[in-house]
């Protein structure tokens, strides 16, 4: 007992020294950390990053392509880039497709021809420039089975939001006598459940003609109009149109398709097709080359297969493709040097794109001050039923 009375006070000592020391060891960590002020790390965000809003725009064209509409053809020929390039202004930034369908009548060459909707124009074009105004030896023709094929042939998208408008154009009334048809009251049903817009465009005077236009619009829900055989189709030119046509040759020079050496091979020879046709005239040329550099510029490319959007996309799409898939000269190339290339040239595009997108907002003002006077022509009265009927889908101009 007397031993213990000796050692307790060395033991208290010992057990407050000890608690002493271990607040102190803890001190001095809290001290570092507050005069070194460490932010902490941020936790990764979980919020996914949202894609920037995009619109879509579906537009199919059914043409009378008998003799008596050559003026109308001629003049579609020349504004189809303009109505595009309008189009592309369009906010959201709009996907667009364009599709046609030609129709004639049971004892012509063919009664119709359906041309699939693509967004790649040069390809739609193309087509635009073989329909040629022939045969249609009685007046009626078969309207009823070219909107058929415009509303059952064609791939509409099946997107609600999606903005998809048919142009019925001609200048004959239906054929309502054949045996074993389809009338087009029950094909309009079928296009207005699908969410399709039906507007006609009559050509030319004919009061038949205007009376099925009439209710061919009022069925399809859409807007009945009338222009000349001709659409007064003008050639507009404008200040900036040299510098377009300057700076868009080089931006198409950037276009590099890929693929098989099939498919490389027609896709190039399209290209030159379509910019040897939209060359007789300037303003077609000019509006191809606005349309396909904002086209580009919105991430889809000049054309079908553009390796260079292909490389924008990074390894989900590179990595799918094979030596063989590329043209010779980057075939040739290590792996390495055909990065730097790619680089190098989506640096070009990048760069004329921006110049082209300047000069095409001016040339676009100065067409719109234009067109104030030509009221009555194809293009602008096109152009202003797809504006009004867009702003029902929240897209606007």
Known sequence: MRLIKQLLPGLLLAAGLS?????????????????????????????????PKQSTIEVVFVLDTT?????????????????????????????????????RDLRDQYVTKVFQMTDDLDSMYGNLMAFQAQGGGDFPE???????????????????????????????PPHMDYAQDIHYP???????????????????????????????????EGTFLTILHNGHAHVTK?????????????????????????????????????????GRNS????????????????????GSRDLLACFAKG???MDKLSVKDLPEKLAKMSKKQRLSYLKMMMQKRKDLQKKVVVLSKKRDAYIKNKRKHEKNSFDNQVLQTMKRQAAKKDIHF
């Open 315 to 317: 390894a989900s799409c």
């Open 142 to 172: 078969h309207v009823n089975k070219a909107l058929f094929d415009g509303v059952h042939k064609i791939q509409w998208n099946r997107d609600p939001k999606a903005l998809k408008l048919l142009f019925l154009v001609g200048d004959a």
């Open 19 to 51: 608690a002493v020391y271990q607040a102190n060891a803890a001190t001095p960590k809290e001290t570092l950390s507050a005069k070194k002020q460490v932010a902490p790390k941020e936790a990764p965000s979980t919020k996914k990053q949202i894609a």
């Open 283 to 302: 303003e077609s040329s000019v509006a191809r080359y606005s349309y396909n550099a904002k086209r580009s510029a919105a991430g889809h490319g000049w």
């Open 67 to 103: 003799g008596s509409m050559s003026g109308l053809i001629a003049g579609a020929k020349q504004k189809i880039w303009s109505i595009v390039n309008e189009l592309a202004n369009a906010k959201p930034t709009p996907k667009i497709k364009v599709g046609l369908v030609g129709y």
């Open 238 to 278: 404008t200040p900036y149109d040299k510098d377009l046509r300057a700076l868009g040759s080089k931006l198409q020079s950037t276009y590099i398709p890929y693929g098989h050496r099939e498919a490389r091979r027609k896709l190039n020879l399209q290209t030159q097709r379509s910019d040897s046709w939209a």
């Open 186 to 220: 029950t094909t309009l049903q079928a296009a207005v459940k699908k969410g399709i817009i039906i507007n006609t465009i009559r050509c030319g005077g004919n009061h038949d003609t205007a009376t099925h236009w009439q209710k061919i619009a009022n069925l399809g």
